[in-house]
């Protein structure tokens, strides 16, 4: 049984970074492809990029290209993603999902979320 | 503004079925068998209710299906119960390089 488990709430002042974690156990890491998806406040899910670990090569939605990058340790079983110049709008979950790197594969594992919170 | 299109809300009375509508484009829900539907409780993550259209996963109840029909998804629960009260998002692969596309969520109560 495939478990995400993310690291937990950060509170940042607007222009810093944030870094949010998600250890996967179960299953075979670098097998699959882990992806970001964040949920403002009373909003909708919004994907944000993935990352293929036993590849490292990650893609990115436009929206984000820039200003987020996703990295994962093998080693570790540990996908990363790294959100720079934050704003008030980026106060949200973060969720870290998995899916199995085929061509339009679902997301059947979630992580627990991580709320991050951008406030001066 | 999300790139696929859900009614913001829908309800139903326990016993009853409801149907929830995912209107994309040729780009994505028209032109892939990839539309999966995902249940969100207050405070939880998102839950895979149904993936490729109308395949439910192991432990999901077949009260639950899928189906789509040129650019519009939709989900169907039947048999309404008190705990299918949550959100539920669509979401498909698309040919554009954002890769996957959500709904803008259904609110769904049950009365």
């Known amino acids: 049984q495939v478990q995400l488990v993310q690291s937990g709430a950060e509170v940042k002042k607007p222009g810093s970074s944030v870094k949010v974690s998600c250890k996967a156990s179960?299953?075979?890491?670098?097998?699959?492809?882990i992806s970001w998806v964040r949920q403002a406040p009373g909003q909708g899910l919004e994907w944000m990029g993935r990352?293929?670990?036993?590849?490292?090569?990650?893609n990115y939605a436009q929206k984000f290209q820039g200003r987020v990058t996703i990295t994962a340790d093998k080693s570790t079983s540990t996908a990363y993603m790294e959100l720079s110049s934050l704003r008030s709008e980026d106060t949200a979950v973060y969720y870290c999902?998995?899916?199995?790197?085929?061509?339009?594969?679902?997301?059947?594992?979630w992580g627990q979320g991580t709320l991050v919170t951008v406030s001066s | 503004q999300s790139a696929l299109t859900q009614p913001a809300s829908v309800s139903g009375s326990p016993g009853q079925s409801i149907t929830i509508s995912c209107t994309g484009t040729?780009?994505?829900?028209?032109?892939?068998?990839?539309v999966s539907w995902y249940q969100q409780h207050p405070g939880k993550a998102p839950k895979l209710m149904i993936y490729?259209?109308?395949n439910r996963p192991s432990g999901v109840s077949n009260r639950f299906s899928g189906s789509k029909s040129g650019n519009t998804a939709s989900l169907t629960i039947s048999g309404l119960q008190a705990e299918d009260e949550a959100d539920y998002y669509c979401?498909?692969?698309?040919?554009?390089?954002?890769?996957?596309?959500f709904g803008g969520g259904t609110k769904l109560t049950v009365l």
């Open positions: 999902a998995r899916d199995d790197g085929g061509k339009g594969s679902p997301f059947d594992y």
């Open positions: 179960g299953g075979t890491f670098s097998s699959y492809t």
């Open positions: 990352i293929i670990p036993i590849l490292g090569i990650a």
């Open positions: 040729s780009s994505d829900v028209g032109g892939y068998n990839y």
């Open positions: 490729d259209v109308s």
């Open positions: 979401s498909s692969y698309t040919s554009s390089s954002t890769y996957v596309v």
